[in-house]
């Protein structure tokens, strides 16, 4: 058998011809062969059948793997053969397709990388060759009817040297070839490959005769090689043992090795054969790479939510040791950077709790060599920088808005090294816990500006007065970063009463506390000049009408002074404020006192009823903001009603004991955080 320019056929009448054109997909060999199938029943000559529609198979798939043009497919049959030409519409050589050119005294020479399949070509064929057209190139190849048979060496009967078992190879037949091609791994399989390692294995030692075989994958997994497939005895060192390397991309490798000769089909069959293993391998590595990175997707999700939901900034740098270990490290250390550029440890973890101390006193010690010193060199120059023995790993910098807050640093498993894509992910782990930190860190400042702005709004003590009691309890809204507008103020009067205050600026935030502060300074001022309460809230309404930015203001002002009996006098003025609550020492309801007027700061002129009352001994006011009224569970409103019907019970208390036990029952009405801050004042006639 050799070679030729191109297929020759005698032409005649009984000659059978198809010609097809075929797209580039999975289903084109399948086509193909229904097509040779078809020509070959026309032209009686089924002998041929498992030969052609092998090679057939193997042009096609050949074809469609390399060239991904159309194809096009001559078969043609007559008395004395099959001829069948492949043909696509790349360009250039067919070097790819190339195989060392054998006839029936020579041996194959070569086999190119991805030309095996034309060994099949070469052994059965009785011609072949190549053919090359301005549109592109083909291999065809000629089957005989009475074509004569390959006549095997004889050194392929000879039993193998050193071998006590009499195997032997001989040349394969088609069926064998075919029924080595066959074989595909269980798609519903969990782990198909042992098995589908095992059926090509054994097929391949029957026919290349050999004693034994293994099939040793390495999937870098830290678990080093295992044997995924073995057929016969254990392969023996002494023996001249056949091994053929897994063509497969790391981290996987591995090998098929047969305890048999390296014969003449031996060695190119085992190629063969581990070249249709390793694709399937390839497929395995690609699936379980997928699903790994799916895992490292999910994976992140879940640590960029736990990390966004902390806000405080020793639990966010706790947190990520604890994301890291044990899955991507075997310890993790979390350093963070002060205004001097100092490394403190802030959080650690390690697999094996019992190591904590070791991991401590290690990441404490200090030199030129020591993890601090590479943490350092990390921290300094923003960059991946790898830690040396005992503590092998490497440090990854945490930077968040161009600020170098620090580093994380991560040990390796004992079993194996981080892969190139959990570095990746170590790295986006660093990131986004870099900026949860650095977000907690501001939020933990936006709180701390509030905490003192709202400080600064409140009186820091309530004035004692022979007397009179006075008590407040405030509560901030569930957003403890965000500065609220209620407030309240006792303010001693010239003529020697005492102004209770206390109002709600709509909104909140920075805006609503400047206006409060503008509230409480104008009223301090008017009523430490003597002027009347309605000129103070006239005043103070003509103050929020020019410079409340747009915001209103509901007051409740409240003038105290003695009264006769030991009876406290009280002049009361509503702008716009829920009316308070007047709880009798003596017994009976409690009510609401006191006429709405209108708010300040929204029309020019104010309406504001003046209501004189009495305070008789043990008898309390209770003030509030609409905090407490608007406390909310679900649908349902704490409501004035509740405030009063709680305020009933606690006639006679003092001050301090009505203001605490309101707040604990507002705050108890549900298990919410408050929406709006609570603020509560009693004014109480406290003379025995």
Not at 196 to 202: E, G, P, Q, Y
Request: aromatic share 4%.
């Amino acid at each position: 058998m050799s070679a030729a320019v191109g297929p020759t056929t005698d032409g005649g009448p009984e000659e059978h011809v198809r010609r097809v054109r075929l797209p580039a997909d999975r289903r084109t060999p399948a086509a193909a062969r229904a097509v040779v199938r078809s020509v070959l029943a026309e032209a009686n000559l089924d002998g041929l059948l498992n030969e052609a529609l092998l090679l057939t198979t193997e042009l096609s798939t050949n074809a469609v793997e390399h060239a991904r043009t159309e194809l096009d497919i001559e078969v043609s049959a007559d008395s004395s053969g099959l001829t069948v030409t492949v043909s696509d519409f790349a360009s250039g050589p067919v070097d790819e397709l190339t195989v060392g050119v054998r006839n029936v005294a020579t041996d194959i020479t070569e086999v190119a990388e991805r030309g095996r399949g034309l060994l099949l070509v070469d052994h059965f064929a009785s011609r072949w060759g190549t053919t090359y057209l301005p549109s592109g190139k083909g291999v065809w190849f000629r089957l005989e009817r009475d074509g004569p048979q390959l006549a095997p060496r004889p050194d392929d009967f000879a039993p193998p040297t050193g071998r006590s078992d009499g195997a032997h190879s001989s040349v394969p037949s088609a069926g064998a070839m075919s029924a080595l091609m066959q074989p595909t791994p269980d798609p519903y399989a969990d782990d198909p490959l042992p098995d589908f390692a095992t059926s090509l294995l054994t097929r391949v030692a029957e026919m290349v005769g050999a004693a034994g075989g293994m099939v040793r994958l390495d999937r870098g997994d830290g678990h080093g090689p295992q044997v995924i497939a073995r057929y016969g005895r254990q392969p023996r060192p002494g023996n001249d043992l056949l091994r053929v390397p897994l063509a497969v991309h790391r981290p996987y490798a591995g090998e098929l090795e047969l305890d048999a000769a390296p014969t003449a089909y031996a060695r190119p069959l085992a190629l063969l054969t581990a070249e249709r293993l390793s694709l399937h391998l390839e497929n395995d590595r690609l699936r379980r790479a997928d699903v790994r990175r799916q895992a490292w997707l999910t994976f992140l999700a879940e640590a960029s939510e736990l990390l966004a939901q902390s806000l405080d900034v020793e639990l966010t740098m706790a947190l990520v040791p604890q994301l890291v270990v044990p899955r991507l490290g075997q310890w993790c250390a979390v350093h963070t950077t002060d205004e001097w550029g100092r490394l403190k440890l802030a959080a650690a973890s390690h697999a094996d709790e019992s190591m904590l101390p070791q991991l401590h006193a290690t990441l404490r010690e200090a030199g030129p060599d020591s993890v601090q010193a590479r943490l350092r060199e990390a921290s300094r120059n923003g960059t991946q920088t790898p830690l040396g023995a005992p503590m092998e790993g490497f440090a990854v910098p945490l930077i968040a808005r161009g600020q170098r807050l620090g580093t994380l640093a991560v040990g390796r498993h004992q079993r194996h090294r981080h892969d190139p894509d959990e570095i990746a992910v170590l790295e986006d782990v660093a990131r986004r816990a870099a900026l949860a930190i650095e977000n907690a860190r501001i939020h933990a400042e936006r709180r701390r500006v509030a905490q003192t702005l709202q400080q600064s709004l409140l009186p820091p003590v309530l004035p004692v007065v022979e007397g009179i009691g006075f008590a407040a309890e405030y509560v901030p809204t569930g957003d403890d970063a965000e500065v609220g507008g209620d407030f309240y103020d006792v303010v001693p009067m010239p003529d020697g009463r005492w102004l209770v205050v206390i109002g709600d600026v709509s909104g909140k935030g920075v805006q609503a506390a400047a206006v409060t502060g503008l509230v409480r300074d104008v009223i301090r001022v008017l009523a430490g000049d003597g002027k009347p309460l309605p000129e103070v809230l006239s005043r103070l309404n003509e103050t929020l009408v020019e410079r409340g930015a747009g915001r209103y203001c509901t007051l409740a002002l409240a003038a105290v002074g003695p009264g006769e009996n030991g009876q406290l006098d009280v002049g009361l003025h509503l702008a716009g404020h829920d009316r308070p609550v007047l709880v009798r020492a003596a017994g009976g309801p409690a009510r609401f006192v006191g006429t709405g007027g209108t708010a300040l700061g929204l029309l020019d002129t104010i309406t504001s009823p003046t209501l004189d009352i009495t305070l008789d001994p043990g008898d309390c006011l209770v003030f509030y903001t609409d905090g407490v009224t608007e406390r909310r569970r679900g649908r349902e409103l704490f409501g004035t009603g509740r405030l009063r019907d709680a305020a009933a019970p606690l006639a006679g208390y003092s001050a301090d004991v009505v203001a605490a036990r309101l707040r604990a029952t507002a705050i108890n009405f549900s298990v919410e955080a408050p929406r709006d801050d609570i603020a509560i004042l009693v004014l109480r006639n406290d003379a025995v």
